[in-house]
């Protein structure tokens, strides 16, 4: 399978080609994105993995890189799960840039993307997130995504409808939470429900509450509700999400 390179989000939602990149560190990153080899099959679970890059999400997104690759780990474990995982970065900084990496394969070329991404001031884009899944899953099967962050600055009833459109598809959303702000949290847990997904929070001074929910999300993406189930035996933050996808039952 042919596999697209790194690009920019656009505004409406449709992916393009970054052309008109700012000098330094984004860059680097393109370049560095462009050097990716295509998956070596097209059996893998697909995971787009979506932070929020403004600012006040430095120490979280310096957590989410070193805390990445276990997610491939957990998918490489996984039976059934074909070619194991492959994971697309997308993150939102500054004054509306907004950029999705190829899809990755590999646990180092991700971390090797994520350190040459410094956080910038900016307000949240997590419309432009939900359509680049949307339209990245007419291409390609994508079956869930992950988004951290910590805010929501935009309106409500347009992330309900795109995240609608995503639970159509099929498309589970695993939305986590860092802090309490009430705003985040409503708007998260809204995205989570619409897409049959599931809403946690997380401590960014305790790692592992993070690295639990993204091998949940993992393990989702590649086996499916059933590979959840086996994780969540041993992992209760997975069983957790479990319940949340369920709506709340036990």
Not at 1 to 26: C, L
Request: charged share 20%; aromatic share 6%.
């Amino acid at each position: 399978m042919s596999e697209r390179k790194d690009r920019a989000v656009d505004k409406a939602g449709a992916s393009a080609p970054a052309t008109h990149s700012q000098p330094g560190e984004i860059d680097r990153f393109l370049g560095a994105a462009k050097q990716l080899a295509p998956l070596a099959t097209g059996q893998a679970g697909r995971l787009v993995f979506a932070l929020d890059a403004t600012m006040s999400r430095q120490p979280t997104w310096d957590l989410a890189c070193s805390l990445q690759a276990r997610m491939f780990e957990v998918a490489g474990r996984t039976p059934g799960s074909g070619g194991g995982l492959a994971v697309q970065l997308v993150y939102f900084r500054g004054i509306g840039e907004c950029r999705a990496s190829g899809w990755v394969g590999e646990p180092a070329r991700l971390t090797g993307l994520m350190r040459r991404i410094a956080c910038e001031g900016g307000q949240t884009q997590i419309a432009r997130v939900l359509r680049h899944v949307r339209d990245e899953a007419k291409t390609v099967p994508v079956r869930a995504f992950v988004y951290v962050g910590d805010a929501m600055e935009e309106d409500v009833d347009a992330l309900a409808a795109l995240a609608g459109e995503l639970g159509l598809r099929g498309i589970r959303g695993f939305v986590f939470q860092e802090g309490h702000d009430p705003a985040a949290s409503a708007a998260f847990a809204t995205i989570a429900r619409l897409t049959g997904g599931a809403h946690a929070r997380f401590d960014v001074n305790a790692p592992a509450s993070l690295l639990d929910l993204l091998r949940g999300a993992a393990a989702y993406a590649a086996g499916g509700r059933e590979a959840m189930l086996r994780l969540a035996g041993s992992t209760p933050a997975v069983k957790g999400l479990i319940t949340a996808m369920d709506g709340g039952r036990r």
